[in-house]
């Protein structure tokens, strides 16, 4: 059974700083992506991480502030969250599919399969 569970949100001030964690279970080689969800707003893919070929991608409204990464040791993916801004304020969820890491389906989130419960950040002084 695939599970996800999302940790690390918070409150913090604009310019600070968050690391989101991913504990995953139940399944070997997946992409794991990371979505949000702000009230008002479409979903929105932020970050996607492959397996056996580590390829990332991000959105563009946060290259260069957040990076993703994956400890396959401890299946936990983490996403640092640097130089946070007001509108970074959304519900950060995990979700993964049978799929790699691209650009076409961080774009898409109808295709990740499984998703967790999502962590709550907000970004506000």
């Known amino acids: 059974q695939v599970q996800l569970v999302e940790s690390g949100g918070g409150l913090v001030q604009p310019g600070g700083s968050l690391r989101l964690s991913c504990a995953a279970s139940?399944?070997?080689?997946?992409?794991i992506g990371w979505f949000r969800h702000a009230p008002g707003k479409e979903r929105e893919g932020v970050s996607c991480?492959?397996?056996?070929?580590?390829?990332?991608s991000y959105a563009d409204s946060v290259k260069g502030r957040f990076t993703i990464s994956r400890d396959n040791a401890k299946n936990t993916v983490y996403l640092q969250m640097n130089s946070l801004k007001p509108e970074d304020t959304a519900v950060y969820y995990c979700?993964?599919?049978?799929?790699?890491?691209?650009?076409?389906?961080?774009?898409?989130?109808?295709?990740?399969?499984?998703w967790g419960q999502g962590t709550q950040v907000t970004v506000s002084s």
């Open positions: 991480i492959g397996d056996s070929v580590p390829r990332t």
């Open positions: 139940g399944f070997t080689s997946n992409g």
């Open positions: 979700a993964t599919a049978d799929i790699s890491c691209t650009n076409f389906y961080l774009r898409n989130p109808n295709y990740w399969r499984y």
